[in-house]
């Protein structure tokens, strides 16, 4: 399987605070890709490098394009969408036009099919349907996050960026909220960087692994791989 995202020497970091120190790692096309670590370990700071977001050094091939140079809206055209840490949803806005303003990317044949594309995530997550002229900061937060994940499909990426998505959310939704990831990749062959605390869940659905450390990749491997490092394993896995 080809790689749709390869990122080497990527170094990033805050004002004089370097985060990232030269970490690599790479999303197969059609994969999903988790990347593990503790707090402050770097994980935020590497989807805002990937996305733009922050300054950064180094390489990141997008698609076979460095885009390590590329403004945040020019790589949301080439097709990364993020869902941010925290949601990202704008509170004032409903529902409805938190959905359009994902699709703000969109133009030419590409704009035509919004609504469409609207009423398909309505039937995916059907309580986004039912409160489409709420405004957003009145929706609980799994609805946030759902919320959140559509308006970034709403850009019709190639690859999807989520951020801590099972962050302050009840194990249900969580559950819920990883088995759509998990179809959106089986059923509709979308690439996906994760993100995220809730390990044994996120590995579940993961092609492959990365382990961060110090803004570093100090692990990798398939999922089986590295469910089966004993380090690895009783660190994250708790088991």
């Not at 390869?6 to 004002?15: F, I, K, N, P």
């Not at 988790?34 to 950064?56: C, E, P, Y």
Request: with cysteine; hydrophobic share 40%; proline share 3%.
């Amino acid at each position: 399987m080809s790689a749709l995202l390869e990122v080497h020497g990527l170094v990033a970091g805050y004002g004089a605070v370097q985060v990232l120190h030269g970490l690599d790692l790479t999303v197969n096309d059609g994969e999903v890709a988790v990347i593990l670590g503790a707090n402050g370990a770097g994980k935020t700071t590497t989807m805002r490098a990937i996305s733009g977001m922050i300054q950064r050094s180094g390489t990141v091939n997008f698609d076979g394009r460095d885009i390590c140079r590329t403004a945040p809206n020019d790589i949301v055209k080439l097709g990364i969408a993020q869902v941010p840490q925290g949601r990202g949803t704008f509170t004032d806005l409903s529902v409805e036009d938190n959905l359009r303003a994902g699709a703000y990317t969109r133009s030419g044949e590409r704009a035509l099919g919004i609504d469409a594309d609207m009423r398909e995530w309505y039937e995916i997550f059907p309580r986004l349907h039912e409160r489409r002229s709420q405004k957003a900061g009145s929706l609980s937060g799994g609805e946030q996050q759902m919320l959140a994940i559509s308006r970034a499909l709403m850009s019709k990426p190639r690859l999807l960026l989520c951020d801590e998505p099972s962050l302050g959310l009840a194990p249900i939704i969580t559950q819920e909220l990883f088995a759509i990831l998990g179809r959106l990749n089986t059923e509709r062959g979308l690439s996906i960087l994760v993100v995220e605390q809730n390990a044994n869940l996120a590995v579940k659905i993961a092609h492959s692994v990365f382990v961060l450390e110090t803004g570093t990749i100090v692990a990798s491997g398939t999922a089986d791989e590295i469910a089966g490092n004993d380090s690895v394993r009783k660190a994250y896995l708790g088991y």
